[in-house]
T-cell receptor, first 110, second 117 residues
Framework: KQEVTQIPAALSVPEGENLVLNCSFT??????LQWFRQDPGKGLTSLLL?????REQTSGRLNASLDKSSGRSTLYIAASQPGDSATYLC?????????FGTGTKLQVIP | GAVVSQHPSWVICKSGTSVKIECRSLDFQATTMFWYRQFPKQSLMLMAT?????????EQGVEKDKFLINHASLTLSTLTVTSAHPEDSSFYICSASRWAGRTDTQYFGPGTRLTVL
């Protein structure tokens, strides 16, 4: 059974800081890994999708890396902004199975 | 590409009524769709796996008579919460599976917030 751990559970940083969110998973037999953000009371917004054959993906100020063999992924956010405040979810995906972590709640203070 | 929509985005209903939520893959065909729910301050948990033209497979602890799933076409799956009660209030999110080569990727809808009064 896939288990996903996200560290830290919560993070508060001043605006402008670069930060790293960590995700670890126990079953490395995955096809891909997705990072989502979820605003309070809102749905999921897909941020990045990394296929198992890839090492990283970038979108704007976001960069996600994947080390499948060690069961780790990181989401790097550059020059954080108050609008980045949300919960970030890591979700490794296997055959017809996606497992979500419990998320990192990020607060960026102006 | 690979866009999944859900309708409605939120719904409020009275206890005892039934609510239908639609999940559509807009630009690809999905033989398999999935339904998840998220209770407050918890992560998303898989409820059921739905294959086009066949009965859904429910996860342990999910009442199949309460959560009716229909996957009548390759682009549409519906979840009906029958006789909804306040404890069914939750965030319901669907995903659709798209195969590329030998791997499949689940693309997620934005979710539907259900509030049962």
């Amino acid at each position: 059974k896939q288990e996903v751990t996200q560290i830290p559970a919560a993070l508060s940083v001043p605006e402008g800081e670069n930060l790293v969110l960590n995700c670890s998973f126990t079953d490395s037999a995955i096809y891909n890994l997705q990072w989502f953000r979820q605003d309070p009371g809102k749905g999921l917004t897909s941020l990045l999708l990394i296929q198992s054959s890839q090492r990283e993906q970038t979108s704007g100020r976001l960069n996600a890396s994947l080390d499948k063999s060690s069961g780790r992924s990181t989401l790097y956010i550059a020059a954080s902004q108050p609008g980045d405040s949300a919960t970030y979810l890591c979700a490794p995906g296997g055959y017809q199975k996606v497992t979500f972590g419990t998320g990192t709640k990020l607060q960026v203070i102006p | 590409g690979a866009v999944v929509s859900q309708h409605p985005s939120w719904v409020i209903c009275k206890s005892g009524t039934s609510v239908k939520i639609e999940c559509r893959s807009l630009d690809f065909q999905a033989t398999t769709m999935f339904w998840y729910r998220q209770f407050p301050k918890q992560s998303l948990m898989l409820m059921a796996t739905s294959n086009e033209g066949s009965k859904a497979t429910y996860e342990q602890g999910v009442e199949k008579d309460k959560f009716l799933i229909n996957h009548a076409s390759l682009t549409l799956s519906t979840l009906t919460v029958t006789s909804a009660h306040p404890e069914d209030s939750s965030f319901y999110i669907c995903s659709a599976s798209r195969w590329a080569g030998r791997t499949d990727t689940q693309y997620f809808g934005p979710g539907t917030r259900l509030t049962v009064l």
